[in-house]
């Protein structure tokens, strides 16, 4: 039957996938990854059952049940402290990250109450599991979204590493959660139950391409990220640009530094600058060289790269001995790393797609 193939190809997607995130061929984004396997490893175990049952192995005795219901429960938020992984590869637990505990905790009373007395309080665990999902991808959808703001401080290339794959995941699992526990609240029949499980094998299917394409998100010279770290939690607690880092004639003089080095040296063209290495060229620190972004442009860092880019490419689009020259071939030759990242970026600096541009002033 077509809906016990699709569950097979679940736990087994699944089950490899989690081995490939644990193995980490690449070695990339390495705590992120080992949690987000874990993640996946507790996502296959909701089909362990469907498997047993198919090949007619011994189902799972009751308390196997119970402790695995209690390990599953951890499924959010073992997503969550992935989020965390990727957006900070060098966060550290704190006590406050106790909190995690809690509602698990509370399942677990559940459980044994419901194991242990006459009382039925499946309903109250569905709704209490349920809760806990929404919290959790809530919580990721969140932590996702302050990320795609923050690469922006040092990162002129964002397209790879904004993590976007996962945010569309996590909107995806929020409406298949949604649906799920309505469908287990009142039972719909089995075409639905097909297509459901269809959906999330399709899911499963674009987290297998997605992840598997994630390049490493900080940079990999330690030094680097540690600084662009530093920046990132530094605009957490304190806005950069309400802190004189600098006095006014520094922020002057700077500023003209900084332009001129862009002009005449042309680092934009270097597809993978951050703020750290062009503080290092420019010889002074990190934070400094944002504050000089931030008041003396009044841009931030990805802003700031891109606008030399986009300068380039429009004078590259302009100049009619290149007219047989491609759109990917400008892209490259104005720094940037893809022709989605330079279509992207110069229509949101110019409302138009290059292909437009060049038509509109030709």
Not at 1 to 23: C, G, K, Q
Not at 245 to 273: C, F, G, P, R
Request: aromatic share 14%.
């Amino acid at each position: 039957m077509l809906i016990h193939l699709i569950e097979i190809f679940i736990f087994s997607f699944l089950m490899l996938l989690s081995f490939i995130f644990f193995v980490n061929p690449m070695r990339v984004n390495k705590k992120a990854n080992l949690w987000f396997g874990a993640t996946l490893l507790l996502w296959s175990s909701f089909w362990l059952d469907e498997i047993l049952v198919l090949t007619h192995a011994q189902p799972l005795g009751a308390l196997t049940v119970f402790v695995l219901s209690c390990i599953q429960f951890f499924t959010p938020v073992l997503l969550y402290v992935s989020i965390l992984f990727f957006t900070n590869p060098t966060y550290k637990f704190k006590a406050k990250d106790g909190t995690l505990f809690i509602l698990p905790l509370v399942y677990l009373v559940i459980l044994i109450l419901n194991r242990t007395t006459q009382n039925d309080y499946k309903t109250f665990l569905l709704v209490l599991t349920l809760a806990h999902a929404i919290l959790y991808t809530t919580k990721s959808y969140i932590k996702l979204r302050m990320h795609q703001r923050k690469i922006t401080l040092f990162s002129s290339n964002t397209d790879e590493i904004d993590l976007k794959w996962l945010e569309n995941i996590i909107l995806v699992l929020f409406l298949l959660v949604m649906v799920i526990s309505v469908f287990n609240l009142i039972y719909m029949g089995t075409p639905l139950k097909l297509y459901l499980k269809g959906m999330m094998l399709v899911t499963i299917l674009f987290v297998a391409y997605s992840s598997l394409k994630q390049k490493e998100i900080f940079p990999v010279n330690v030094k680097h990220r540690d600084e662009v770290i530093a920046i990132d939690e530094d605009v957490e607690t304190a806005n950069t640009t309400k802190r004189k880092i600098l006095n006014d004639e520094e922020l002057v003089a700077l500023t003209s530094k900084l332009h001129a080095l862009m002009k005449e040296k042309q680092l934009y063209l270097d597809n993978d600058i951050n703020l750290a290495s062009l503080s290092e060229a420019m010889d002074i620190t990190p934070h400094q060289l944002s504050y000089i972004i931030n008041n003396g442009f009044h841009q931030n860092f990805f802003q700031f790269v891109n606008t030399y880019r986009i300068d380039k490419a429009k004078s590259l689009l302009l100049d009619k001995s290149l007219r047989k020259m491609t759109i990917l071939g400008i892209a490259y030759e104005s720094g940037f790393n893809s022709k989605t990242a330079f279509n992207t970026t110069f229509k949101k600096f110019t409302n138009q797609t290059p292909s437009e541009f060049k038509k509109t002033e030709f």
